[in-house]
């Protein structure tokens, strides 16, 4: 015979939890397609609730998903941020939101390199037509402006050769012609820039990369003014765009760390470099935090640090096809794969000659040596440059 009362209820150490008001330091991670309402009162609510606003249905968000996305507007300064599965998500999506039949879009030339199969392949199709620009332009992007064009999109620094643009002075032009700016934050993270008080509407992060931080899980967040948030959410209503729970929970407990780890990233980078930047093999590094590079006071003007991600080319002496070769394939602490903002330091060749379609890279004069984008990571920086040297080495003898 059982020693309990079946007549009596065991305490219940959820309601107690639920009660109690004390709270864990992570929130909690909740698993849902379906969301119980308390009442038929409560379910009509539900029903009339703005999707994304409310804990209504899986789909919109959950719990967890939420306060991760608060986390990320407080940091960016935003009314509301949304995320999605993917940063390429993030980038392509609010196009679509703001977007119509007819509009015209202002791309930098130097934008993420997918985003262009997107402007010429599904927006062409769809009816928006796009113009790249040169990302250097400034205010000059006045002169592109057309009686259709609805949104100027920035990223800065712009892939792959890392030019800083006056986004000040894009947003007040394109402010001043009613046409929406979005931007591709993902270098700088929203710790050292924060687009919406430069006066950008849609600030948008790839949280693969730092928010994230150790390159476990793909994700995108998009953040916007509050003007600019019933369009997209909206959009993302209609879409369905959604994180998962168990994904946005590692973001958010990775994202705890973003400013212990961005400073890593940043003087390491920088230091590296300044070191690259003195080697004999090295023509260019292209780092905006270097005190010559083209887009350094601009970067001084509007950004509080540095991301861990640069460029630099090789003189033209050191860039065939047995020497890369023989620098790559003894790298012991540089990996070579896509992506980059999490612990590993990465180094890959790149061409950005293949993307470019405003603007002539390299640029009058420059050096057209073998260009390669480094990622410096979280190790440390002498273990790095002696991975370099040796790299270096091989790369002589294979001449
Ligand atoms: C990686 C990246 C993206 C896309 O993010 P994914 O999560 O890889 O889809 C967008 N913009 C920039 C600048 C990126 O580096």
């Known amino acids: 015979m059982s020693d309990r009362d079946p007549r009596e209820k065991q305490p219940s150490a959820a309601e107690a939890a639920r009660r109690s008001g004390r709270r864990a330091v992570m929130p909690p991670v909740s698993h849902a397609s379906t969301i119980l309402a308390t009442s038929l009162s409560d379910f009509e609510a539900m029903r009339s609730a703005r999707r994304g606003d409310d804990l209504t249905y899986g789909v919109h968000g959950t719990e967890g998903s939420y306060a991760f996305e608060e986390a990320i507007a407080e940091l960016e300064g935003g009314w509301r941020t949304r995320l999605c599965s993917t940063g390429l998500t993030a980038v392509t999506a609010p196009i679509l939101c703001y977007l119509s039949a007819g509009d015209h879009l202002l791309m930098p030339d130097t934008v993420y390199e997918p985003m262009r199969g997107f402007c010429d392949g599904m927006l062409k199709r769809l009816g928006v037509t796009t113009t790249y620009y040169d990302p250097r332009a400034g205010s000059g992007v006045r002169e592109l402006i057309r009686p259709t064009t609805r949104m100027v999109y920035l990223e800065s620094p712009g892939s792959l050769t890392f030019e800083v643009q006056d986004v000040r002075a894009i947003a007040a032009v394109a402010a001043d012609r009613d046409c929406w700016t979005a931007m591709d934050n993902t270098w700088a993270s929203p710790l050292y820039f924060k687009p919406l008080e430069h006066g950008v509407d849609i600030s948008i992060q ?103 991600l640069f460029a630099f080319t090789l003189r033209e002496t050191f860039s065939n096809r047995a020497q890369i070769e023989a ?65 270096f080495a091989r790369m002589s003898r294979a001449a």
Do not use: C
């Open 206 to 308: 790839a949280v693969t990369k730092y928010l994230n931080g150790h390159a476990d899980l793909v994700m995108g967040a998009v953040t916007t003014t509050k003007e600019a948030y019933p369009t997209l959410q909206q959009g993302w209503a209609t879409l369905g765009l959604n994180a998962a729970p168990d994904d946005a929970y590692l973001a958010h407990r990775g994202m705890q760390t973003l400013k212990l780890r961005m400073e890593r990233h940043w003087r390491n980078g920088l230091a590296l470099a300044e070191w690259l930047s003195q080697r004999p093999e090295v023509a260019m590094v292209a780092h905006p935090a270097l005190p010559d590079d083209p887009g350094h006071a601009l970067w001084r003007r509007d950004f509080t640090g540095a991301g861990g």
């Open 327 to 391: 620098l790559f394939d003894g790298l012991e602490r540089f990996g070579l794969g896509f992506s980059w903002g999490g612990p590993e330091s990465l180094l890959i060749p790149i061409d950005p000659s293949r993307v470019r379609t405003a603007t002539r890279w390299p640029r009058a004069g420059a050096a057209t040596g073998q260009m390669l984008r480094i990622h410096v990571g979280l190790d440390d920086l002498d273990l790095l440059t002696d991975d370099l040297r040796l790299g």
